[in-house]
């Protein structure tokens, strides 16, 4: 067998294992090299033998108990892993969010010594935040379940042949006749390492944006600034929060592409032209959004100097040098140039990856 026979052969086994539960990949993967060397040593043309046994996508399905399911094997334990992480960052800054505005409103009436009102407000305050947590659960998972749904119907074919009963004597007689239309020439090679996406960079970066857009969506208010106030604490918010109604879909629809582009990489796994090209359009889409937001709507609020004025009284004077430097307009174009740099090195990362060390590279 000679080495081109072999990487042919390598391809091949990966594009089928990758597509079966951890659990069984080691033995499939024994099976394979087995049976594929034996026919190898028949045929004596890799190419005869891989035509033979057929897309991978389609033999992998000998392995699987059940072809109709919502999320298939390929997706399913990063599925998992995703709805974990989602409801964990849905849940834990709505649940805290409300816990701190539950013990806000609970120490207005400490000096009162109002006790029946102090543990209603806790009561109404957790009773509202345990309600916020269970519908917006709900709906997070409702929404990823769908995603990996509609990537699952995009890549699996619905056939309505029953499978046959299968077994490892079986393997050889697979896909003899001429109606596929599998070539050994659709193999991708396996990944160069230096191709694979991080999961953990994945991860962080979308517990980051959820996170974010969590308490966008819940908890403007707490982008703001915080001054002590006899037993109280006064905010001044960063954010127009009049005009929030206006500012807030344009907001989260640029964080949701920017999530779009995240779950992507996960499930892909490695830089190719399908990710590379979602990244430049999802980085291109958020700067959009980014002058939208920072340039045309009225995002910050128009009062902020001169309520944190109000607020600090007589200390004002010990702030002012502080308030001199704050311009609603020079805040906006650092941030949108900050966003425009780290989204331009973003695609620039994605790109040489890609085009270096894509899957989709010939000749590697």
Same mark, same amino acid.
Request: aromatic fraction near 10%; hydrophobic fraction near 50%.
């Given at each position: 067998m000679t080495l081109d026979d072999k990487e042919l052969m390598g391809r091949y086994i990966y594009q089928v294992i990758r597509r079966?539960?951890?659990?069984?990949?080691?033995?499939?993967?024994?099976?394979?090299?087995?049976?594929?060397?034996?026919?190898?040593?028949?045929?004596?043309?890799?190419?005869?033998?891989?035509?033979?046994?057929?897309?991978?996508?389609?033999?992998?399905?000998?392995?699987?108990?059940?072809?109709?399911?919502?999320?298939?094997?390929e997706y399913f334990e990063t599925y998992l892993w995703f709805v974990k992480v989602i409801l964990i960052c849905t849940a834990v800054p709505i649940l805290a969010v409300s816990l701190i505005h539950a013990f806000g409103q609970a120490a207005v009436f400490t000096s009162q010594n109002a006790a029946p009102i102090i543990i209603r407000a806790i009561v109404d305050g957790l009773t509202k935040?345990?309600?916020?947590?269970?519908?917006?659960?709900?709906?997070?998972?409702?929404?990823?379940?769908?995603?990996f749904a509609v990537m699952e119907r995009q890549k699996v074919k619905i056939e309505t042949k029953k499978a046959e009963k299968w077994s490892v004597g079986k393997l050889s007689e697979q896909k003899k006749t001429a109606e596929s239309r599998w070539t050994p020439s659709f193999l991708e090679p396996i990944p160069d390492k230096k191709a694979l996406i991080s999961r953990g960079d994945s991860i962080a970066g979308i517990v980051f944006i959820v996170i974010f857009c969590v308490l966008l969506i819940f908890a403007p208010q707490f982008f703001a600034a915080f001054f002590p106030e006899n037993e109280t604490v006064k905010t001044v918010p960063v954010f127009n929060l009049d005009q929030w109604g206006t500012i807030l879909p344009v907001f989260v629809l640029s964080l949701l592409v920017g999530l779009a582009d995240e779950i992507l990489q996960l499930v892909v796994g490695c830089y190719?032209? !399908?990710?590379?090209?979602?990244? %430049?359009?999802?980085?291109?889409?958020?700067?959009?959004?980014?002058? &939208?937001?920072? #340039?045309?709507?009225?995002?910050?609020?128009?009062?902020?100097?001169?309520?944190?004025?109000?607020?600090?009284?007589?200390?004002?004077?010990?702030?002012?040098?502080?308030?001199?430097?704050?311009?609603?307009?020079?805040?906006?174009?650092?941030?949108?140039?900050?966003?425009? !740099?780290?989204?331009?090195?973003? %695609?620039?990362?994605?790109?040489?990856?890609?085009?270096?060390?894509? &899957?989709?590279? #010939?000749?590697?």
């Open positions: 079966l539960s951890r659990a069984q990949r080691d033995e499939a993967r024994m099976e394979l090299e087995e049976l594929i060397s034996d026919m190898y040593a028949d045929k004596g043309s890799m190419e005869t033998v891989l035509t033979q046994l057929g897309d991978p996508a389609e033999f992998a399905k000998q392995y699987q108990n059940d072809r109709q399911y919502l999320i298939g094997p935040g345990f309600s916020d947590v269970l519908i917006s659960c709900v709906s997070a998972f409702g929404a990823v379940t769908l995603i190719c032209k !399908l990710v590379m090209v979602s990244n %430049i359009v999802c980085g291109a889409i958020q700067i959009v959004l980014s002058v &939208v937001v920072l #340039k045309v709507l009225p995002i910050w609020n128009p009062n902020f100097v001169s309520e944190i004025q109000s607020a600090l009284g007589g200390e004002a004077s010990s702030a002012e040098k502080f308030l001199s430097f704050w311009n609603a307009d020079m805040v906006s174009n650092g941030l949108l140039a900050f966003i425009v !740099l780290f989204t331009l090195v973003d %695609i620039g990362v994605t790109i040489y990856k890609t085009l270096r060390y894509g &899957v989709f590279v #010939k000749g590697r």
